[in-house]
């Protein structure tokens, strides 16, 4: 059985920096994107970035470039956000989440529909 476990999350200051992990199991992804996503109550799931595994390539969404760094270690099977400069409207549950076949165009790698598998999020609140 395929699992995703986020950790890391917290209560952080503005400016602060948290990083977040998300180890998988019961499947490697070594070759497959893993990214992460965020959700308030009420809104939609929001792309926050996603790293491919066979090229290691990245990417983000606006709101979030230049302050947080997606990484993974394949030989662990986890991959890590390391998120910087945080701001209060980074506040959200964030969801670690792997997709298999997932074609690198924006537009794709943005969908949450596009992702296979999902954890179960870790609460990341930024005071003010």
């Known amino acids: 059985q395929v699992q995703l476990v986020e950790s890391g999350g917290g209560l952080v200051q503005a400016g602060g920096s948290l990083r977040l992990s998300c180890a998988a199991s019961g499947r490697t992804f070594s070759r497959d994107a893993m990214g992460w996503f965020r959700q308030t109550p009420g809104k939609a799931r929001e792309f926050v970035a996603t790293?491919?595994?066979?090229?290691?390539?990245?990417y983000y969404a606006d709101s979030v470039k230049g302050r947080f760094t997606i990484s993974r270690d394949n030989a662990k099977n986890t991959v890590y956000l390391q998120m910087n400069s945080l701001k209060p409207e980074d506040t959200a549950v964030y969801y670690c989440a792997a997709g298999l076949n997932i074609y690198p165009t924006p537009q794709a790698m943005g969908a949450p529909v596009a992702y296979d598998y999902w954890g179960q999020g870790t609460q990341v609140t930024v005071s003010s």
């Open positions: 790293i491919y595994g066979s090229s290691g390539r990245t």
